[in-house]
């Protein structure tokens, strides 16, 4: 079946206690990107990649970092996480950048 | 810098009853414009894309150029269209990747 995985699904952390959400597709895919929801504000970009070893900024990348070593794998890594990055996070993936996005389930965190 | 702007954040409308879930947008080019569903519990997936202007579960959305909008129609709602809409834009050119976001509009359909 085609998806987007996303681990863990749930996390409460504690501030400053790096940690890593993984993202990975089966579908051969050259572009993935991660969002993060927060209500009244929709789905905001945070990095995007075009491909193997091409990453961009979205509209809010402060606090994140990402790396795309493997077509099929976008690790979003929080090096020191604090209690404004709790959110609801999705990673996506699609053949382009101008093309349909598919989403995983989403990451909720909670950052204490 | 692309925008995107839903400016109702609830709708609630009765079966049966045309139902628009508006959309405008900011770009200094032509986009790339898309409507997502996020039915309760389930992932946010696509509806359609105006390129593609064709008609999903009814609905449909004409690209408005002039008046920079994306609308989302659909002339007769029904109980499963509940669900937040999420209006998105997706630039070229040099912002070719670059996925802009509407805030998110939570359609409800009464019985």
């Known amino acids: 079946e085609a998806q987007v995985t996303q681990n863990p699904r749930y996390l409460i952390t504690v501030t400053g206690k790096k940690l890593t959400v993984t993202c990975s597709q089966n579908?051969?895919?050259?572009?993935m990107s991660w969002y993060r929801q927060d209500p009244g504000l929709g789905l905001r970009q945070i990095y995007y990649?075009?491909?193997?070893?091409?990453?961009d900024k979205g509209d809010v990348p402060e606090g994140y970092k990402v790396s795309r070593k493997e077509k099929r794998n976008f690790p979003l890594i929080l090096e020191s996480p604090s209690p404004n990055q709790t959110s609801l996070y999705f990673c996506?993936?699609?053949?382009?950048?101008?093309?349909?996005?598919?989403f995983g389930d989403g990451t909720r965190l909670s950052i204490l | 810098a692309q925008r995107v702007t839903q400016p109702e954040k609830l709708l609630s409308v009765f079966k049966g009853a045309p139902v628009e879930l508006k959309c405008n947008y900011s770009?200094?080019?032509?986009?790339?414009l898309f409507w997502y569903v996020q039915y309760s519990r389930q992932r946010l997936q696509l509806l359609l894309r105006?390129?593609s202007r064709e008609s999903i579960k009814g609905f449909t959305a004409d690209l408005n150029k002039g008046e920079t909008s994306f609308h989302l129609k659909k002339p007769f709602a029904q109980e499963e269209d509940s669900a937040m809409y999420y209006c998105?834009?997706?630039?070229?050119?040099?912002?070719?990747?670059?996925?802009?976001f509407g805030q998110g509009t939570i359609l409800t359909v009464h019985p």
């Open positions: 996506a993936s699609s053949l382009g950048g101008a093309q349909p996005q598919h």
């Open positions: 579908m051969n895919h050259e572009y």
């Open positions: 990649s075009m491909n193997v070893e091409v990453t």
């Open positions: 770009y200094s080019g032509s986009p790339e």
């Open positions: 105006h390129i």
């Open positions: 998105a834009l997706s630039g070229r050119g040099t912002s070719y990747g670059k996925l802009t």
